[in-house]
Each structure stands twice: as C-alpha cells, then as structure tokens.
C-alpha cells in the first residue's frame, strides 16, 4: 500500500495595493508576512499603486513583488483569488484609496483588486482596508460607515501612534503594519502592544 503524504498548504493572505499614498507600508507587510512561517502572500498591485510607489520610494515596483510569494495583475480576473473556493485567510489592501472603497462599497468589481474584496466580504472572511484620505468627504464616510457594518470588514486608516514612543518613521510603519496584520493572526515580533500608563517606556 503507497502511503500519501500531503503537503502542509500555507494560510493565503490576499494582499491588493493600490493608488494612494503608504507605499513603504505595503513594503513593511509584505516583510512580515514573509517572517511569517505559516503564511504567504499573493500580491495584486493596480498601475497607480506601482507609479505612486516609484514616487514615494524611489524603488521599482518589482521591489514589492520580490517580498511577496505570489504576483497576480489587475487585470487577472480569471486568477484563483477571484472565486470563493480558493482558500484564503482574507485580503489586506495597503494602502486603499477611496476610488477602491467607492469599487467594493458598491460591488464594482471590474478588476481582480475589487473581485477579490468582493469575494472576501461574500464568504465572510476578514478583509482590512488601509484606507488613505484625509480630509474625509461625507462620500468617504458613508461608504466607510457602510462597509465598517459588514462581517468580517476592518476599516485601520494608517493613523500615527505615540504611545510606543517610536523614534523613526520606520518605527511607526512597522507598528502600522502590524495592526494591519494583527487580524490575521500574525503577531509581529516587535510590535509593541499598549501596557498601561507606564509600562511602555
């Protein structure tokens, strides 16, 4: 009799990337998410993520593609993370722009970024939106408020926290990135979680 033996499947995390600003955040969870044992990532990147990248960085966007373990395109709307039966953990979009917000909050899904937000909220798995915008229009907050209502749908706007007295910028986008992670179950190994008044110093 053969013996089978199968292979040990990682947890999937879809991770989309699009046309706002916090590209070394999408770099940051990318890191993590390879330091990760368990899990692995699949990439999606819209072409204003990649330019807004360039921009912001000075780094190509083939930069990003190297942390992750899978590239898909946009426009790849046949791609596994398009139905429901590929197996995921979920889907982060670092960082979300509001036109993405607009997409999902309306089931827009015309490319594989928003079908797979699509599918994510559909099979109730957690999808996180590292939604960018400020200053908010009431357009912005009611479609915010709208998917913040949904199961398994966590709005985190990369907001600046000081209670970890972060010393860089790097810092803080690595505490960021690892609130943005958190749902997925991912505990950053330096994340620094609040103590209580005196015990983070």
């Given at each position: 009799m053969?013996?089978?033996?199968e292979?040990?499947?990682?947890k999937r ?22 330091e ?17 990248m360039?921009?912001e ?13 899978h ?10 993370p ?9 889907m ?6 509001m036109k ?14 928003l079908?797979?937000?699509?599918v ?29 209502g ?6 985190i ?29 991912i505990?950053?190994a ?12």
């Open positions: 053969v013996e089978r033996t292979e040990v499947r990682k995390i879809i991770v989309g990337a699009t046309g706002a600003s916090g590209s070394p955040l999408l770099l940051q969870c990318l890191q993590l998410i390879r990760a044992a368990e899990y692995e990532s699949w990439l999606v990147m819209s072409e204003s993520a990649r330019l807004t360039e921009e960085t000075g780094m190509p966007s083939s930069e990003a593609e190297k942390l992750a373990d590239v898909l395109e946009p426009g790849d709307i046949g791609a596994g398009a139905s429901g039966s590929f197996r995921t953990e979920g982060l979009i670092v960082p979300c722009s993405t917000v607009a997409g999902i909050c309306s089931g827009y899904a015309d490319n594989l970024i079908r797979a937000a699509d994510t909220i559909k099979e109730q798995r957690t999808l996180v939106l590292a939604a960018r915008e400020t200053p908010l229009s009431v357009i912005h907050l009611r479609n915010l408020s709208t998917l913040a949904i199961p398994g749908v966590r709005i706007p990369p907001m600046m926290t000081f209670y970890n007295h972060s010393e860089t910028i790097d810092d803080m986008v690595y505490h960021i990135a690892a609130k943005l992670l958190e749902p997925f179950g505990e950053a330096s994340y620094r979680r609040w103590e209580g008044i005196g015990h983070g110093k």
